[in-house]
């Protein structure tokens, strides 16, 4: 475990996803959530990195882009790079109205979905085999539901592969959902104890996209 603490999710955390408008969720959202999430990137930047071999830097969602719209999720990303983290392979750990997640990702904006693709084409039996049957895929990180590892199919992963080759806006999600009202995101111990061993056990995608 992280010589850091890690914090708890609680009710009040994801209530904020249920206030209207962009100004009022983002005050929210600043005030109550992003602390969490900043402690949650302190505390696993170290356990990535020396589980990587490499150091590992912590980005906060900012969603600064947002003019209108309020957001749906929220997030942080830790990845190798000091500046950002969507043009690489990240780790992330956020909510929605209904769930937390912990996850590994190549969004869009990566140019490493192509070793990525390639790679899975060629491993995905050890990728059925290793990943836990209760983790998620999913190909849109804008939204909250995918498809649960148990039910993938060769099929499914070749054509996810395909796509990530040949689709600009493709995007690849794997990892561990935990609903809003699972006791574990009570204990910032467990918690932390939880998010660490899903990155150890999604270690391989990430050492698959380089």
């Known amino acids: 475990m992280s010589q850091l603490t890690y914090p708890s999710l609680n009710e009040a955390d994801f ?42 830097f912590v980005h906060v969602a900012k ?24 043009a690489y392979p990240h780790f ?11 996850i590994f990702a190549i969004i869009y904006e990566s140019s490493n979905k192509e070793v990525f693709a390639e790679a899975l084409s060629r491993q995905f039996e050890e990728v059925a085999q290793n990943i836990p049957g209760h983790y998620y895929w999913s190909t849109d990180h804008m939204i909250p539901e995918g498809t649960n590892h148990a039910d993938m199919t060769k099929e499914d992963f070749q054509r996810m592969a395909e796509r990530l080759k040949n689709v600009k806006k493709s995007e690849v ?6 609903d809003k ?14 998010i660490e061993e899903t990155f150890a056990a999604l270690l391989p995608l990430y050492k698959m996209s380089f």
Request: with cysteine; proline share 7%; aromatic share 8%.
């Open 15 to 56: 209530e904020v996803f249920e206030v209207p408008g962009l100004e009022p969720r983002m005050e929210l959202l600043i005030e109550r959530v992003r602390p969490k999430l900043e402690a949650i990137g302190a505390a696993s930047a170290p356990f990535l990195s020396e589980l990587c071999g490499e150091d590992m």
């Open 63 to 86: 969603h600064a882009r947002r003019k209108v719209n309020p957001p749906n999720d929220t997030w942080v990303a830790v990845a190798n790079n000091k500046r950002g983290y969507k």
């Open 92 to 102: 992330q750990v956020g909510m929605f109205g209904t769930h937390a997640f912990v």
């Open 173 to 178: 999600l794997c990892g561990l959902r935990i």
């Open 181 to 194: 009202d699972d006791p574990l995101l009570l204990d910032g111990q467990k918690f932390g104890k939880t």
